[in-house]
């Protein structure tokens, strides 16, 4: 049976007609919202790169972080960017670091909305990379210890879900195990299960300044090629106690995101970085696309891939268009 019995424009005649065959939709609790967090009172500065993105001390945080729950949206996840680097990161474990204040202040004075912490070194290192560096190599083991210590800062500060970003084998299991003996055995994990080598954490790092200050992060980021050794990253993590997966960046890794979500039952979340961001909102500025219109669609690219949760710098924006 095909044309003229079937004609598939029937159903596209109307706005009404087409709001009732839509079969995807988004909602502000879907979203996820990152924000950077800086020492400092009253500081605001925007982010070169991410144009409408700031850099906020812990008492404007808060102020931005009830704005956020006003709009419904779930959860915000923190970045740190302390004053102070070293070559373990050790501000980022610092029971009174930036991110450990930060949380605390938003815990006491929002309710309704979801603190999630990103758990990572690099913001922290003076050489940028996600993990303990000898001789020009990242460390593996070494580095479980600094995850281990962060989660638990984290969540002795208050925090309601730790993310791990770093991609060390292993550490789903070392915060796990961490969280459990701290007395946080409630406390869920996010993690960032395929995390790609992408060039599209560009303006992220300009945001954060954690570039990498020699070499790359292809030896613990995944090659942007492989889809299956992802498949491997995902069901190593659920093993270890992950309780939502994500898959990072999005729009670039679609594939990724449609294949977890038909193999595993955990939700599954994805991550919309700082350069899809910026390309939107280049384009936009140049007059090539219409910024909403972008948003929403590769916003409801990624829902209709299959993520349940979207991390993205367009919560604000695209809560308020949905209303
Ligand atoms: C690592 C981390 C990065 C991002 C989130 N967590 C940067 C990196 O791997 O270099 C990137 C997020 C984005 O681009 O929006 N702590």
């Not at 690099?122 to 000898?134: A, F, L, M, N, S």
């Not at 898959?247 to 599954?268: C, E, F, N, S």
């Not at 090539?288 to 669609?297: C, I, P, Y």
Request: charge should be negative; charged fraction near 25%; aromatic fraction near 8%.
């Amino acid at each position: 049976m095909s044309f003229p019995i079937q004609r598939l424009r029937r159903l596209r005649q109307h706005e009404v007609f087409r709001r009732m065959v839509r079969e995807t939709s988004l909602a502000p609790s879907d979203f996820i919202y990152p924000l950077f967090v800086v020492e400092g009172r009253d500081r605001r500065e925007e982010i070169a790169s991410m144009p409408g993105q700031f850099r906020l001390s812990v008492d404007l945080l808060v102020k931005e972080a009830s704005e956020v729950a006003a709009l419904g949206i779930s959860a915000i996840i923190l970045f740190g960017i302390p004053d102070r680097k070293d070559d373990r990161g050790s501000s980022g474990f610092d029971a009174n670091g930036i991110v450990q204040r930060a949380v605390k202040a938003v815990k006491d004075q929002v309710s309704g909305l979801m603190v999630v912490t990103d758990v990572c070194i690099d913001e922290y290192t003076d050489h940028g990379h996600c993990g303990i560096v000898k001789d020009g190599r990242i460390l593996n083991d070494e580095t479980l210890d600094c995850l281990r210590a962060m989660a638990r800062t984290h969540a002795q500060a208050g925090a309601d879900m730790v993310a791990p970003s770093d991609m060390m084998d292993g550490r789903v299991a070392a915060i796990r195990a961490e969280l459990d003996q701290a007395g946080f055995p409630e406390l869920p994990i996010m993690a960032y299960a395929a995390k790609f080598a992408s060039c599209f954490y560009a303006p992220f790092r300009d945001a954060a300044f954690s570039s990498p200050q020699f070499g790359d992060r292809q030896s613990y980021q995944m090659d942007p090629a492989n889809f299956r050794e992802a498949l491997r990253e995902i069901a190593l993590d659920v093993e270890e106690g992950a309780d939502i997966i994500m898959v990072k960046p999005a729009l670039p890794y679609l594939d990724i995101i449609a294949a977890a979500r038909g193999r595993i039952l955990l939700p599954v979340a994805a991550y919309q970085v700082s350069g899809e961001y910026s390309m939107i909102k280049a384009a936009a500025a140049a007059g090539w696309l219409d910024e909403s219109r972008a948003m929403m669609e590769s916003l409801l690219s990624i829902k209709r891939a299959g993520a349940d949760l979207i991390l993205t710098y367009f919560a604000k924006d695209a809560a308020r268009l949905l209303g």
